[in-house]
C-alpha cells in the first residue's frame, strides 16, 4: 500500500518560514518524480514545485522560485519543501504526490501524478 504523509505546515507570519516533509512509503520512490502542489480555498490545485527521479533536477512554479526549496533523501523515501519569505497569498492545503511514470522527469499538472498525500495547511498572515 502506497502511503504519503506531509507534515510540518502550521501558521506563520509574512516573511517567516516553513519547512515540509513528506514521508513516503510503499513505492520504490527512488524510481518516481515527487512534486509539491498546493490548492487555496476556491481556486484549482496549482503545481510548486518538483524534484526529477534522480534527485538531480528540480523544478518550480514562477511564483515561488527563488523562494521555495525542494529536496529529497531516497535513503528516507522522504521529500522536503523549504518555503522562506512567506507571502499571504501562499496560503493553501500543500500536497505531496508521486509521479504516475517511473524513471521519467516530473509533470505540471496534478493528472500526471497518481499517489497524494492527505496535505497539510499552511497560513500565512500578513
Known amino acids: 500500500q502506497v502511503q504519503l504523509v506531509e507534515s510540518g505546515g502550521g501558521l506563520v507570519q509574512a516573511g517567516g518560514s516553513l519547512r515540509l516533509s513528506c514521508a513516503a512509503s510503499?513505492?520504490?520512490?527512488?524510481?518516481?518524480?515527487m512534486g509539491w502542489f498546493r490548492q487555496a480555498p476556491g481556486k484549482e490545485r496549482e503545481f510548486v514545485a518538483a524534484?526529477?527521479?534522480?534527485?538531480?533536477?528540480?523544478y518550480y512554479a514562477g511564483s515561488v522560485k527563488g523562494r521555495f526549496t525542494i529536496s529529497g533523501d531516497n535513503a528516507k523515501n522522504t521529500v522536503w519543501l523549504q518555503m522562506n519569505s512567506l507571502k499571504p497569498e501562499d496560503t493553501a492545503v500543500y500536497y505531496c504526490?508521486?509521479?504516475?511514470?517511473?524513471?521519467?522527469?516530473?509533470?505540471?499538472?496534478?493528472?500526471?501524478?497518481?499517489?497524494w498525500g492527505q496535505g497539510t495547511q499552511v497560513t500565512v498572515s500578513s
Open positions: 504526490a508521486s509521479e504516475k511514470s517511473p524513471l521519467t522527469e516530473p509533470g505540471r499538472r496534478a493528472y500526471e501524478y497518481d499517489y
Open positions: 510503499g513505492r520504490t520512490f527512488r524510481r518516481y518524480a
Open positions: 524534484l526529477s527521479w534522480s534527485g538531480r533536477s528540480t
